[in-house]
């Protein structure tokens, strides 16, 4: 059986991290649509050219075929899109990080359930070479009782210039959530949680530095 499915954005999320892996399971996959606001060249690339590309986004949410929609824009807009889809009857899958806030992402899984669909965030560094090998070595229990996991993401690039955002552009929201995600899908949601997020090389800017610390009661 097919899946039906169509992408909301056009930028390296969608042609690096998704499109790759969905067009290598033409048996399983079929990219009906990609929406974009506005044309661009990489449309032109030969392995693209059974998908329709549209600025219309009724063009998705109005395709009776499509039955996942996944949405690779920026934090700002994942969840007046995902939202869109959802009331259309579509299954979501929506790039990291799902929403800038928590009652944002309670609202999506509410109306989700509501409507019998599914939606979910794309945590897909839990596919990654290492982090498999680790969650084996932990699962094999040859390690014995796991008492403390460290996982970092470290870059030494002083110069940073000027360049203001939000809270959802900085590194914890960038990085950090596949961090936090991974040590959650291994020994489940922690009992307590505290955190150290700022920026140190230009305050100007979002955050550039995280750490964050998840425990669980013995």
């Keep these: 059986m097919t899946l039906h499915c169509a992408f909301i954005g056009f ?30 060249p ?39 899109y995902a939202k869109k889809a959802l009331e ?9 990080p799902f929403t800038p806030t928590v009652a944002e992402a309670k609202e999506l899984f509410a109306l989700a359930k509501s409507k019998g669909l599914t939606v979910s ?4 560094r839990r596919f990654d070479a290492c982090f498999l090998t680790a969650k084996k070595a932990i699962e094999s229990g040859k390690l014995g009782d796991i008492v403390e996991v460290e996982s ?22 960038g990085l950090g959530v596949h961090t936090m995600d991974q ?14 997020i700022r920026s140190l090389r230009n305050q100007a800017n979002p955050d550039d530095t995280f750490e964050a610390s998840c425990s669980t009661a013995t």
């Design 183 to 196: 040590i959650i899908s291994l020994f489940g949601r922690p009992d307590h949680a505290a955190y150290d």
């Design 42 to 80: 990489d449309e032109q690339q030969p392995q693209y050219a059974h998908i329709h590309f549209t600025s219309e986004l009724n063009d998705i949410l109005h395709d009776p075929q499509v039955k996942l929609v996944v949405v690779c824009t920026h934090a700002d807009s994942h969840f007046e």
């Design 88 to 96: 259309a009857g579509k299954n979501v899958l929506v790039e990291k």
């Design 11 to 40: 930028g390296k999320s969608t042609t690096r991290y998704h499109l790759p892996y969905v067009l290598h399971r033409k048996a399983d996959w079929h990219v009906a649509h990609i929406f974009r606001r506005s044309p661009k």
């Design 152 to 173: 970092h993401f470290d870059y030494f690039r002083p110069d940073a210039p000027t360049q203001p955002g939000r809270p959802q552009d900085g590194a914890f929201y």
């Design 121 to 124: 965030p794309y945590q897909n």
